[in-house]
């Protein structure tokens, strides 16, 4: 069975810092994305993706200078390091894996079930 598991969500203090991981199992993905939805909003917002692969990333201006994303090819887990964190960045975070790395929610062919990051003020 294919599947993508996120976790490491919770409750953190505005400036604090979470890491998010993503595991993938069943198949090896050319691109692995994280993407969030921010409660009230019907869009996924667009984070960050990785080739494990090669190890290329490609970012999203927002987050860039605050998220960073790694992987570990011989777990086939994507990880997210998210410091600085504010009450804006409240939201469900996704992780999902494709076939490229791309920034396009419809480019990705499994989704975890997501993991709730809330931040307080």
């Known amino acids: 069975q294919v599947q993508v598991q996120e976790s490491g969500g919770g409750l953190v203090q505005a400036g604090g810092s979470l890491r998010l991981s993503c595991a993938a199992s069943?198949?090896?993905?050319?691109?692995i994305g994280w993407f969030r939805q921010a409660p009230g909003k019907e869009e996924r917002e667009f984070l960050v993706?990785?080739?494990?692969?090669?190890?290329?990333?490609y970012y999203d201006d927002s987050v860039k200078d605050r998220f960073t994303i790694s992987g570990d090819r011989a777990k086939n887990t994507v990880y997210l390091q998210m410091n600085s964190l504010k009450p804006e960045d409240t939201a469900v975070y996704y992780c999902?894996?494709?076939?490229?790395?791309?920034?396009?929610?419809?480019?990705?062919?499994?989704w975890g079930q997501g993991t709730q990051v809330t931040v307080s003020s």
């Open positions: 999902a894996g494709g076939p490229s790395v791309s920034g396009v929610s419809r480019t990705y062919t499994h």
């Open positions: 069943g198949r090896t993905f050319s691109g």
């Open positions: 993706a990785i080739s494990l692969a090669s190890g290329g990333t």
